[in-house]
């Protein structure tokens, strides 16, 4: 949730904040809202996220019987991201990145906003397809036997190709190391296809 329309470093830097102020999640629980909305200023929209993050974690123990996700572990990705999407607020990119970049570092594919131009400059996915959907398509093309470091490492590969080549306004096309692969560029460029 913190992640959502921040970068990875103010992301970082709010979360550090956060466990930093509250030692644990049941404090952030009970703290008002605008203490958590202090601690974690340097995301994007703290005003929005402190009172999603308080419900999501209110939930999480409710439903779980405990602030814990430990669980889901247990559960195959495809289920893990099941039970996560049902918390409010919690979408395919947010349980996607939970399952990929914490230490339960499971076979998810997040898909944020660079990653998902990427894949539609490339024709992976149709320009009319948005993010949420996106997510089980892409990740319906990766590899089977490819493991979840490999789908984490894909995911920062095309984050960062997205970050500094295939940015929104100016893509630098001609530095593309798939331009060989990509009919946007290929038009673009007025280059050829392999």
Same mark, same amino acid.
């Given at each position: 949730?913190?992640?959502?329309?921040?970068?990875?470093?103010? %992301? !970082? =830097?709010?979360?550090? %904040?956060?466990? !930093?102020?509250?030692?644990?999640?049941?404090?952030?629980?009970?703290? $008002?809202?605008?203490?958590?909305?202090?601690?974690?200023?340097?995301?994007?929209?703290?005003?929005?996220?402190?009172?999603?993050?308080?419900?999501?974690?209110?939930?999480?123990?409710?439903?779980?019987?405990?602030?814990?996700?430990?669980?889901?572990? #247990? &559960?195959?990705?495809?289920?893990?991201?099941?039970?996560?999407?049902?918390?409010?607020?919690?979408?395919?990119?947010?349980?996607?990145?939970?399952?990929?970049?914490?230490?339960?570092?499971?076979?998810?594919?997040?898909?944020?906003?660079?990653?998902?131009?990427?894949?539609?400059?490339?024709? &992976?996915?149709?320009?009319?397809?948005?993010?949420? $959907?996106?997510?089980?398509?892409?990740?319906?093309?990766?590899?089977?036997?490819?493991?979840?470091?490999?789908?984490?490492?894909?995911? #920062?590969?095309?984050?960062?190709?997205?970050?500094?080549?295939?940015?929104? =306004?100016?893509?630098?096309?001609?530095?593309?190391?798939?331009?060989?692969?990509?009919?946007?560029?290929?038009?673009?460029?007025?280059?050829?296809?392999?």
């Amino acid at each position: 949730m913190l992640s959502h329309r921040t970068r990875n470093s103010d %992301s !970082a =830097q709010a979360y550090r %904040s956060l466990v !930093a102020r509250f030692p644990n999640w049941e404090e952030v629980i009970d703290a $008002p809202t605008a203490d958590v909305e202090s601690a974690i200023a340097a995301s994007t929209w703290p005003e929005q996220k402190a009172p999603r993050i308080q419900a999501a974690l209110r939930w999480i123990r409710d439903e779980g019987g405990a602030i814990s996700l430990d669980f889901l572990e #247990e &559960l195959t990705p495809y289920e893990a991201r099941f039970w996560l999407e049902r918390i409010p607020g919690v979408g395919p990119k947010t349980s996607a990145a939970v399952l990929s970049f914490s230490r339960l570092r499971m076979r998810a594919l997040p898909v944020d906003s660079h990653h998902h131009r990427v894949a539609q400059r490339l024709g &992976l996915i149709s320009d009319k397809l948005d993010v949420g $959907p996106a997510h089980a398509v892409l990740e319906a093309m990766l590899p089977p036997d490819w493991d979840a470091q490999q789908v984490y490492d894909h995911h #920062e590969v095309m984050m960062f190709l997205g970050q500094r080549i295939c940015t929104y =306004q100016s893509p630098k096309c001609r530095q593309c190391p798939l331009l060989d692969l990509c009919p946007t560029g290929q038009r673009r460029t007025g280059a050829t296809l392999l």
